[in-house]
């Protein structure tokens, strides 16, 4: 929608570029953009920067799926509760629209532009104003959500920004935003809690950690159930005396499987309570995302001929909570933002961000590798080591292991994999100062996950390096983005207008 004659009744706030420095803007949200992007492009010619960013922007945009993209990154439409943003983008970034269905995902009300005739319905979003066209201009600089709150207290009805928006990053508008939702009265929840989905969410996360602890104690025991050795046809001596140590190797994987359960566990939990309850509607969309991942991963037991009666219990009991918890409806409440200001403690938590999705990516790939090392090959070459045999030699003791061990191999893929997808989208969109549950949340459910794979292979003795050095990496990584994010999610909680 068009906006020439009647910007000129908008008391406006226009933040103007004046240095080269403003030209290094990026796609990428703040994590990304303050860590690495926007000093990897001080390295190119000033010239050069905004071209090429503006031109990958519009890319990204067109591209099928695009438009999701930047929206999957950032979450920075802005609140329901608000409306059309009062902040916009200035006209001195990107005046000819090169960008324009990129910037209007990044949470702006209005763009101006030096020909908006020329929109032609492209940006349905935001309002399109002319540039030049408005009269009651006040300059300024504002670059975090405290200044630009400053400037919409002292009158003005829309802020336009383009140089703050350089120096105060892609998700400038969304902070701004989440903080004028946080200051408007939240919708009072009259349901009872039965008919909203947080509870069957934390229910599901409790079920989950009881089922990772029921299944740690049986890989610390007897590691074999009754029904694994009828499907053998063999007894517990009867299996140890196949390889002696084939019972270490299950247990490697049923302990680590069940760290995994219970760091899924916490996960729920807390997304049920501290996320869903509070009305973070992320948490929902995260919650769904894991567990169609950790749900989906039980069909990978079809190609195994064997179903195992504690997994299948385990999802008759669970499914029905996941889905009452995604179905019946999360109510969106904004509290009041401490995320104002562009400070030491703000950027040390974009490094610990970005070093949690990381993570979550990493953690990703690696279940995912699992799983699919487990519907094939089974085996990895350090496995076959560590069990002194080959995979021909353990098929023809027993034609069942290879398929009983596949099918450990395959579950606990998937559901690192769906711990992972938990872990990247707390990363992408849960972050913010004051959270404290997420800092917590990531410490308890990454420390259940870690004890658990480390304890798993140094009580059976499998310590090879290169099958090690992943989890050696990974933990190097929680400690240091803990360490980082600390003074950021754990800073106290108050209003702050």
């Known amino acids: 929608m068009h906006d020439g004659g009647e910007s000129r009744a908008i008391a406006l706030c226009q933040c103007r570029i004046s240095t080269p420095a403003a030209h290094n803007s990026n796609a990428m949200p703040d994590w990304s953009y303050h860590t690495v992007l926007r000093p990897a492009a001080r390295l190119l010619p000033a010239g050069k920067v905004r071209p090429l960013v503006l031109s990958s922007l519009a890319t990204i945009a067109r591209l099928p799926g695009g438009g999701a993209f930047i929206h999957f990154l950032g979450h920075m439409d802005p609140p329901a509760v608000l409306g059309r943003s009062p902040v916009g983008l200035g006209g001195g970034l990107d005046p000819e629209g090169v960008a324009l269905q990129a910037f209007e995902r990044f949470g702006f009300g209005a763009i101006e532009l030096n020909q908006p005739d020329a929109v032609n319905g492209r940006a349905p979003r935001v309002r399109i104003l002319s540039a030049g066209g408005n009269t009651a201009t006040r300059r300024s600089r504002a670059s975090s959500p405290r200044e630009i709150l400053a400037e919409l207290d002292s009158g ?94 299950m247990k490697h994987d049923r302990v680590t499987l069940a760290g995994t359960m219970v760091s899924l566990g916490v996960f729920y939990g807390a997304l049920g309570v501290f996320g869903m309850r509070r009305g973070w509607l992320w948490a929902r969309s995260a919650t769904i995302a894991s567990g169609a991942v950790g749900f989906a991963s039980l069909f990978l037991f079809l190609g ?194």
């Open 156 to 249: 003005a009805q829309l802020v336009l920004v383009d140089s703050g928006f350089i120096e105060g990053g892609p998700a400038l508008a969304k902070r701004t935003n989440e903080a004028l939702a946080g200051r408007l009265d939240q919708p009072h929840n009259a349901r009872p809690a039965w008919r909203l989905g947080w509870p069957y969410i934390a229910l599901l996360g409790a079920g989950m950690a009881i089922a990772g602890l029921v299944v740690l104690a049986v890989g610390l025991t007897r590691v074999t159930l009754p029904y694994d050795e009828s499907f053998l046809g063999l007894n517990h001596d009867a299996i140890a005396a196949l390889n002696p140590q084939l019972l270490s190797f």
């Open 304 to 497: 195994f001929h064997y179903v195992d009666p504690l997994h299948v219990t385990i999802a008759v009991v669970l499914f029905p909570l996941f889905l009452a918890g995604v179905i019946l409806p999360t109510e969106e409440r904004w509290p009041p933002s401490l995320d104002l200001d562009n400070d030491r403690v703000w950027r040390a938590g974009l490094w610990g961000q970005l070093y949690v999705i990381g993570l979550g990516a990493g953690l990703i790939v690696a279940g995912l590798t699992i799983a699919t090392v487990g519907v094939t090959g089974v085996f990895v070459w350090s496995d076959l080591q560590f069990l002194s045999t080959t995979s021909e030699a353990l098929s023809r003791a027993n034609s069942h292991i290879v398929p009983l061990i596949a099918h450990d191999r395959a579950g606990f893929g998937g559901a690192l994999a769906s711990d992972g997808v938990c872990v990247l989208l707390i990363g992408l969109w849960g972050f913010r100062r004051g959270e404290a549950w997420i800092w917590w949340t990531l410490l308890l459910a990454g420390s259940a996950g870690f004890l658990g794979g480390v304890y798993a292979h140094v009580a059976v003795g499998y310590l090879e390096f290169g099958h090690l050095l992943p989890v050696a990496i990974s933990g190097a990584v929680f400690i240091a983005a803990l360490a980082l994010a600390a003074p950021y999610l754990l800073a106290r909680r108050r209003v702050v207008s």
